[in-house]
């Protein structure tokens, strides 16, 4: 069976992990994936049953697909006029398939932000088509009920909680791990945040002795390569600094991930691994996703919003909370995870749809 794929694809090693966790659960269909970009074939091509097609064939494969799928978790945001207008051009989009008789599934989404009336309105539209939403945090189940058609909603864990722990863990090489984030919202002072960065990563170094290390889990446009050479570049302990970026090595990035002692997690997906990994990790949220993560799991220790990593807080001090470890995060999920129930609800929709096709 052809599934047609919609995805957040920017060599984002969260969002590529929830592409090839989903290829690899079930090997027996083809997913179609769309972009133009030479990198994200590159990033897949081990994977036998995920094709990458040119954006323009969607039109032809829906006369042949069977499912539609969008996999991926902040693809429901309709805060801004541009983001509103492109869920306008999506609504219209899933309607052309849902006529060709194709299933329309989310999985693994939170929703928002989005923005007055219209932007609530527009969600729920979208998701009104849809004959299979699975989502990862409360507020959407919340935001889900107030809506009116909604077919059928699970609740689970983020997908990553699939990925299988190695048997043996690498050797702790490194003392901090930080998940350098470049925001591309006009608005962000990204540049502050480099520079308090550059002063934990000294401070940490300096009290210490370990090294720290720079992960990059975006490579392309959102580009946090650029933010990890900004806090490399103004930090002075640049002998106990690296750079760790994702560039389609999934297997490579995750073992220097693990070998971290604790991690500054910013990116969703590095607390989602640290938390996976056992890792002590102090949390600091740039959107709802991080914050809705925190509510869910009851969490009552440190963290931060990105916008206080600035010249008002003291770096030494952090460092020194960041080292006793007492106040971070790490009442881990161990086994207790959920997150196959978001294949599961699936796998119900296909093995519904083949007997259908059979009929």
């Known amino acids: 069976m052809d599934i047609m794929i919609f995805a957040y694809l920017d060599n984002n090693i969260g969002d590529d992990l929830m592409v090839k966790l989903l290829a690899e659960s079930f090997p027996q ?24 097609r040119q954006p323009e064939l969607w039109i032809e494969d829906m006369k042949t697909a069977s499912v539609f799928l969008s996999v991926g978790g902040s693809i429901f945001q309709a805060f801004s006029r541009p983001q509103k207008r492109y869920r306008f051009r999506r ?3 899933l309607k052309k398939l849902k006529a060709h008789g194709l299933k ?3 999985m693994g989404s939170n929703l928002g932000p989005y923005k007055g009336w219209l932007g609530a309105k527009l969600i729920e539209w979208e998701l009104r088509l849809n004959d299979l939403v699975t989502v990862r945090d409360q507020e959407a ?3 889900l009920e107030a809506f009116r058609g909604i077919k059928q909603v699970v609740l689970a864990d983020d997908l990553v909680y699939n990925l299988e722990k190695s048997e043996r863990a690498p050797e702790k090489s490194c003392g901090l791990g930080i998940a350098a984030y470049r925001s591309i919202r006009p608005w962000e002072t990204n540049f502050d945040n480099y520079r308090f960065l550059a002063r934990l990563a000294d401070a940490y170094i300096h009290k210490t002795g370990k090294s720290v290390r720079l992960f990059a889990f975006d490579s392309e446009d959102e580009n946090d390569l650029w933010a990890a050479h900004q806090i490399y570049q103004l930090a002075e302990e640049k002998e ?16 220097s991930f693990q070998s971290c002692e604790r991690m500054l997690a910013i ?3 590095s607390a989602i691994l640290a938390d996976l990994y056992q890792i002590p990790f102090l949390p600091v949220a740039y959107s709802n996703k991080m914050q809705n993560l925190l509510t869910d799991r009851g969490y009552q220790g440190l963290s931060y919003l990105l916008e206080e990593l600035n010249s008002e807080l003291n770096a030494d001090m952090l460092a020194e909370e960041i080292i006793q470890g007492d106040r971070l995060f ?25 007997a259908q096709q059979k009929v």
Request: no cysteine; glycine share 6%; aromatic share 12%.
């Open 240 to 255: 106990g600094l690296s750079i760790v970026p994702y560039l389609g090595d999934q297997e490579g990035f995750l073992s």
């Open 91 to 93: 609504i219209r989009k």
């Open 104 to 106: 329309i599934v989310t």
């Open 141 to 143: 189940v919340d935001l």
């Open 267 to 269: 990116r969703f997906h």
């Open 29 to 52: 269909h083809r997913f179609l994936l769309y972009s133009r970009k030479s990198v994200i074939k590159s990033s897949f091509e081990s994977i036998d049953n995920i094709v990458i």
């Open 330 to 354: 790490n009442d881990f999920i161990g086994d207790r995870h959920n997150a196959h129930m978001h294949f599961e609800a699936f796998a119900k929709l296909l093995e519904s749809l083949e």
